[in-house]
């Protein structure tokens, strides 16, 4: 009997509690052996021998048996987190898109499914489309709603405290709409609503180009400009969740920086307006002269409301990110020269490498920071008991 | 005999992490009986009396003996964190103006120092006139440099992380000057030298209006206009020191704002420029058709450098300082309805209730900050022993 018996504690909760030490320890580490753990969580190692075999029975853990190579001794079987304990889902429900990530406990992808979505959907529309492929997401994962541990889902505006972006959103119809509410009709999980440049400010952190760095001014660039801010590692949503929202202040040309794509002389009239912005890069690229001045007329302009945000806030970090970062080799050299005539102190400017996914991405993070703080301040029955496969 | 020999641990340094966790205990609190101490310490009665007496005759506390007002049994003595054990001193070395406050460990002002120094002063001048101010202080507060336990200046620049405004600084020739290294000669102690807004920044959630809050815009408004952020409770330095540097941007307009005031129609030929916004001011008060537009003006231009930052950050509130808040009642309700028009959420507007003082306040909480910091982290011999009276 390893545990031991202190006045006051339940000894059920005590074992409990170190489950949930040898939970933390194995959380986001490779696998790891008996003496490690212990080690690590100041437990005996018989005792963790003990939690290590009860965590495989309940789910929470696997044994990695050693290979053959070995030459001195036995070696030792290691344990390892059950990453498939439970999934999370990140959405981004964008303007003409909706995006469905399902992944393990790892973030390891393991479904993805994407419909297209009307820019004038009303509501009633948009939310059909979501419930329809949120659907086809488990039956293809072959999953079912009791499986999912948290929901994230990126939308466009500042999201309040209640999930809602009754400030504003491009989205037709959308300011009254209680997502969280309409999903858990579907999920027992926890719901979390974020606003989209915020999700992938995280997802450049997590997996992106800014994993080295604590102080992020991310761009989230498309037909609309928005951003989104990581401040000493933190995500920054705002008193009010309304932060990163610079682009509404028509003196910093976000608003106006787009157009410059969308109104370039020569764009066929054959091309949807929703492509142009594509249709001019390409052409930039080719060397027409309007599509280069429409280029450095946006870059010009993005430029205003990054230098605002880099001189308010002197960044580590510039990430170009969204659907435009597929034109980055056009947009990060000269914007880094705007930077400099226009800042004091100017960042490491970097493309995106996670693209047009990168709002679905962050929602995955979100949903996992959720399991994880739910599990390590409520323990291992809080998210949902693991079940074996 | 109350302290345990525990394995390993040293005995005598056992007892300073004691006393340490007392003092931790008495540390800007009321005066605290033993019974107290110890049922938030977590140390036994008796050893906290044993220890609470020993802080006593080292300098570090202060009986408070009970008064005879009790009338149910004897009433316990209190102790009490001796706050004149050390002092720190905050400067604000400014365009026109250097002032120097001495304080106790409780930031209790016990000297105020003040002199007026030529805006076209080279850095020689100015700091001769700093030492002497600061020789002055020292004389008629009684102290000698080794009673000064930390010295923070607050200057105009973003400052790097060697004390130095190598990226922009009004001050005359300031940009080479190591201000740091000039005041070692004087001080022993650790020297810090900060950017004045963010000091501002930092009096006015300590002392001033913005106690409330964890997320403040404070904008330092003169002649020149800045701002200082605390985000989350932590002031924001920025990665290399800059941030807060809004005004740079032309296009948020803080650069040409102030001027508004300085070319007023009207503003007697007699009236010193640097007098001129205060005429203004009075003016408008008075019902001054020109100088009523020229605060319009004025309030039109601050609001959107404002409004950038309150778009960027979402701050709860929004503080109105500087010399300029002498005339926040001409400013504050305009500001507010601007922001009203430009901002997606806004804050709390509201005036410094610290006024041209506030920097050197600041000053004042960024040495108790670094006090406090080598204290508990480094233990009581770290500042400097307190000497008894």
């Given at each position: ?20 030490t040898v939970v933390r320890a194995l959380?986001?580490?490779p696998p790891t052996t008996v003496t ?81 979505v009307a820019a004038d959907a009303d ?267």
């Amino acid at each position: 009997m390893t545990d031991q018996v202190i006045a006051g504690t339940d000894l059920s909760r005590l074992r409990e509690l170190n489950s949930l030490t040898v939970v933390r320890a194995l959380r986001d580490q490779p696998p790891t052996t008996v003496t490690e753990l212990a080690n690590v969580t100041g437990l005996s190692r018989p005792a963790v021998d003990v939690i290590a075999q009860g965590l495989v029975s309940s789910g929470w853990a696997t044994v990695v048996e050693p290979g053959g190579s070995s030459t001195v001794g036995r070696p030792a079987r290691r344990y390892r987190f059950r990453a498939t304990a439970g999934h999370v889902i990140g959405v981004d429900v964008g303007a003409h898109k909706i995006l469905v990530l399902l992944a393990d406990l790892d973030g390891n992808v393991v479904q993805t499914s994407r419909c297209a979505v009307a820019a004038d959907a009303d509501p009633a529309e948009r939310l059909a489309a979501l419930d329809q492929i949120l659907a086809q997401s488990l039956q293809e994962s072959g999953k079912s709603p009791a499986d999912i541990w948290a929901v994230t889902v990126g939308v466009t505006g500042p999201v309040d405290a209640s999930g809602r972006t009754t400030l504003f959103t491009p989205l037709p119809g959308w300011r009254t709409v209680d997502l969280a509410a309409h999903l858990s009709d579907r999920f027992t999980c926890p719901i979390i609503v974020e606003n989209d440049c915020k999700l992938a400010a995280l997802a450049e952190r997590w997996q992106g180009t800014a994993r080295d760095a604590n102080d992020i001014v991310f761009l989230l660039a498309g037909m609309r400009l928005g951003a989104g801010l990581i401040i000493d590692g933190v995500l920054r949503r705002g008193y009010g969740g309304a932060a990163g929202e610079i682009g509404a202040l028509k003196a910093v040309r976000w608003l106006t920086a787009p157009s410059h794509l969308e109104k370039c002389p020569g764009v066929p009239a054959t091309v949807n307006p929703d492509d142009a912005a594509a249709w001019v890069f390409n052409a930039a690229r080719a060397g027409n002269r309007d599509a280069r001045t429409a280029v450095n007329r946006y870059v010009k302009d993005l430029a205003i409301g990054t230098a605002a945000l880099v001189l308010a806030l002197d960044p580590q970090v510039v990430v170009y990110g969204g659907g435009f970062s597929r034109s980055a080799d056009l947009v990060l050299e000269p914007l880094h020269r705007e930077l400099q005539k226009l800042c004091l102190r100017v960042p490491d400017v970097r493309a995106s490498t996670l693209g047009a996914d990168s709002v679905a991405l962050g929602a995955l993070r979100l949903a996992l920071n959720e399991v994880d703080q739910r599990l390590f301040t409520m323990g291992l029955s809080a998210p949902v008991a693991p079940r074996r496969d």
